[in-house]
Nanobody, 129 residues
């Protein structure tokens, strides 16, 4: 069974930086395509960023492009989300998600929730103005 464990929940002020981590364990796949989504109170789940495991190609949602950066550590099977210049509107529950690296669904659309097979429990980011 694949398990995703997020960490890095924090209270930050606008303009601060935070880094979230997500460790992947279990399952039969050795490599996973990874993504981050977020859900603010009263809103739907929004795509934040994704990264392929083989060549590390990255994808970003429009609202975070230029401020957030996704990366992965293959040796640790961990993906990171570096969040810079935080804004109050970044406050949300952040979810890590994974799909087998060869997933056709993921390759076709890495920004869709439906492209991911495994999800973490979420980690909360609070940003005050």
């Amino acid at each position: 069974q694949v398990r995703l464990v997020e960490s890095g929940a924090a209270l930050a002020q606008a303009g601060d930086s935070l880094r979230l981590s997500c460790a992947v364990s279990g399952g039969t796949e050795n490599t996973y395509a990874m993504g981050w989504f977020r859900q603010a109170p009263g809103k739907g789940r929004e795509f934040v960023a994704a990264v392929s495991w083989n060549i590390g190609r990255t994808y970003y949602g429009d609202t975070v492009k230029g401020r957030f950066s996704i990366s992965r550590d293959g040796a640790r099977n961990t993906v990171y989300l570096q969040m810079n210049r935080l804004k109050p509107e970044d406050m949300a529950l952040y979810y890590c998600a994974a799909a087998p690296a060869s997933s056709a669904r993921w390759l076709a659309n890495p920004s869709s929730q439906n492209s991911y097979d495994y999800w973490g429990q979420g980690t909360r980011v609070i940003v005050s103005s």
